[in-house]
């Protein structure tokens, strides 16, 4: 069941009326179901029982500390991408010895702070970055448990939004080099190689190249193994798609039947040929876990009727939703309070100075100004990308469980906004 449904003719989160989140806390505002995400991680974690596996949300798709408390309490660990999300990790009482730390980027400060953590590992993207996190962990007379980011060249010509497991990508070590950059951690002083990962992509409708990726890394282990280097765990990443509602799309193979293929060729290949020695299963999604938890609840401040286009506009803006205009990403948009009568087609567009700033094009809506819209599916990728521009103070954000809200951050103020800010003596 859909945690966002329509009870007497307004749209709900759980048994909360949008409208009234809208008048407790205004708009624009992010509004997560608490059920809603405990159920998309138990997905993943009902998949994993019994077994030696670790879910590393990826936070950097939504990373309010009150979702990752929420999280963390469940058991997860989580995937980070700076210094700063390893210090947001530890505010909301995560494990640090469950976090891993991707990145192309790694500043030796961040090494430092997650060495100083003791994070579970480092996942390493080129040589260069060997050395520095050797170099850094050799200053602090530790040991850097890492994990090499191998780039599985899957095939994206028939899976087009495979974006990042390919050779043309910044990411990851190339698979054709993957054995030589091995060989180079294991023989530096201050690493741990411990495991091996990858991450192919995002918004992957079919577990096809995701199964193919796990192909080429236990081939990778075996070769490794061979050569007398052991990993102990495997991380295949995120990447597992949402439904986002556009006409035509095809729905996300769902987690659990991933999970299922996914383990299935594991055991197989470590009854064949790893000899049954463990190995430790590790994945990191992000949108499947937060997406289709959260809205966007705004208000249509004016309609705006025109010879080509009519413009609805709401006071939400690229600025708090940045998927339309970066990705020419669809997204659904419900009206809470639907109304009889002709609906009108139109573009829905925020205040922002820029004619990139637009949440949805060619809308049927019977719509009239005050009214509140929800751009559906906006809990991935949403809060997280949002910025200051135009002095815009970001969303606020609401968790609602039953038919309680909880305010987990509060509107920005135009005064904080400038607040870091000086002026020349
Ligand atoms: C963004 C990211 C993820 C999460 O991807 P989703 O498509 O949101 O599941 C996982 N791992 C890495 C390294 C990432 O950069």
Not at 295 to 310: A, N
Request: charged share 20%; aromatic share 6%; proline share 5%.
């Amino acid at each position: 069941m859909s945690h966002f449904s329509y009870q007497d003719g307004v749209l709900h989160a759980e048994s909360t009326p949008l409208s009234r989140v809208a008048e407790a806390f205004g708009t624009p505002t992010y509004v997560y179901s608490k059920s809603a995400l405990l159920q998309n991680f138990a997905a993943y974690a009902d998949a994993c029982a019994g077994r030696d596996a670790l879910v590393c949300y990826a936070m950097k798709a939504n990373s309010n500390l009150a979702i990752l408390d929420l999280l963390a309490r469940e058991g997860a660990g989580f995937d980070i991408v700076s210094g700063g999300e390893l210090l947001r990790v530890i505010a909301a009482g995560g494990d640090p010895g469950k976090v891993i730390f991707s990145g192309v980027g790694k500043t030796v400060a961040e090494m430092r702070l997650a060495l100083e953590k003791n994070i579970l590992c480092f996942n390493v993207e080129s040589i260069p970055e060997l050395h520095r996190l050797n170099e850094v962990a050799g200053s602090m007379g530790k040991r850097a448990p890492v994990s090499l980011r191998v780039n599985p060249n899957v095939d994206a010509k028939t899976h087009p939004y495979i974006a990042t497991g390919l050779k043309a990508n910044k990411f990851g070590v190339a698979f054709d080099d993957a054995l030589a950059t091995y060989r180079a951690a294991s023989a530096l002083p201050h690493l741990d190689v411990v495991g091996i990962d990858c991450h192919i992509g995002s918004q992957l409708l079919d577990d096809a190249p995701l199964l193919e990726a796990l192909d080429k890394l236990i081939e990778l282990i075996d070769t490794l193994h061979a050569e007398g280097i052991h990993v102990h765990h495997l991380d295949i990443g995120g990447g597992i798609g949402v439904d986002y509602g556009a006409e035509g799309d095809k729905p996300p193979v769902p987690v659990g039947d991933y999970l299922g293929r996914l383990f299935a060729r594991i055991d197989a290949w470590r009854a064949e040929r790893h000899d049954g020695r463990p190995i430790k299963v590790i994945f990191e999604p992000g949108r499947s876990i937060v997406a289709d938890t959260g809205v966007l609840l705004t208000s249509i401040e004016f309609l705006k009727p025109g010879e080509e286009k009519s413009f609805c506009i709401v006071d939400a803006a690229m600025n708090d939703l940045m998927r339309p205009t970066l990705y020419g990403a669809w997204m659904g948009v419900q009206p809470v309070a639907p109304r009889e009568g002709g609906k009108v087609v139109y573009d829905i567009v925020g205040p922002v100075c820029e004619s990139g700033d637009w949440l949805a094009r060619d809308r049927a809506l019977a719509v009239a100004p005050g009214d509140l819209l929800a751009v559906m599916t906006a809990g991935a990728y949403g809060m997280t990308m949002a910025s200051n521009y135009n002095t815009r103070g970001r969303a606020a954000e609401v968790i609602v469980d039953g038919e309680q809200m909880h305010l987990v951050r509060r509107r920005e103020t135009p005064e904080e906004l400038y607040a870091l800010e000086s002026m020349l003596k």
